[in-house]
């Protein structure tokens, strides 16, 4: 059973540093991308960046590019976050999910953690 368990969000000032984890287990991710994605009230929930668990090839939202990094520990079965400069816009409930075409759709991935939310005060 793949399970999804991110941490890291808090309450930053603008242009401040936060740094997501998602920590997955239940079976091997060979084969799969893992994004981020995240939802603010009364929105959409979008796609913020992706990696391929093997490759490592990555991908950013232009709403991110620039001012995140995305990374993964295999060994640790463990994804990052790194999210800098960030802005009041930023404020979201943060997703991690697997899935496995790498795609910018929420509902191509299958498995989603419960999300950490990350706060940005001006």
Known sequence: QV???ESGG???QAGG???LTCAASGRSFSGNVMGWFRQA???QREFVARIWWSSG???YADSVLGRSTISRDRAMSTVYLQMNSL???DTALYYCAVGSRGTDRPSDYDFWGQGTQVTVSS
């Open 57 to 59: 090839v990555y991908d």
């Open 87 to 89: 802005k009041p816009e």
């Open 17 to 19: 540093s936060l740094r």
């Open 41 to 43: 009230p009364g929105k």
């Open 3 to 5: 399970q999804l368990v």
């Open 10 to 12: 808090g309450l930053v």
